[in-house]
Nanobody, 127 residues
Framework: QVQLVESGGTPVRPGESLRLSCAPS????????VGWFRQAPGKEREGVAC????????????VYADSVKGRFSISRDNTKNMVYLDMYNLKPEDSAVYHC????????????????WGQGTQVTVSS
């Protein structure tokens, strides 16, 4: 069973930055693509960012939702088996539970449809 653990969510003020981290439990995900999606109360789930594997058939490239392009950055550290989401210039509309997700393939999935995801970490942006 795939288990993912997110961390880093916290209340912040508009314009501030935040880093979310995600680690898999008990397996190495270097050959798989990893992403983040978010869900706010009363809103549909929204894919935020995804990064291809940088091993094997993967090229390590990234994809972002239009709503976060230029403000969010996803990265991975294969030596630490970690994936990060750096969020800059946060806005109140970025408030949501952020879930880390994995696709058991080297390339990011179409339509943000991942195989497994974690419980999420809450990000609240408010003045």
């Amino acid at each position: 069973q795939v288990q993912l653990v997110e961390s880093g969510g916290t209340p912040v003020r508009p314009g501030e930055s935040l880093r979310l981290s995600c680690a898999p439990s008990g397996f190495n995900w270097g050959h798989w693509s990893v992403g983040w999606f978010r869900q706010a109360p009363g809103k549909e789930r929204e894919g935020v960012a995804c990064i291809n594997s940088s091993l094997g058939r993967g090229d390590g490239s990234t994809v972002y939702a239009d709503s976060v392009k230029g403000r969010f950055s996803i990265s991975r550290d294969n030596t630490k088996n970690m994936v990060y989401l750096d969020m800059y210039n946060l806005k109140p509309e970025d408030s949501a539970v952020y879930h880390c997700a994995v696709e058991l393939a080297p390339l990011c999935p179409a339509a943000w449809k991942f195989d497994s995801w974690g419980q999420g970490t809450q990000v609240t942006v408010s003045s």
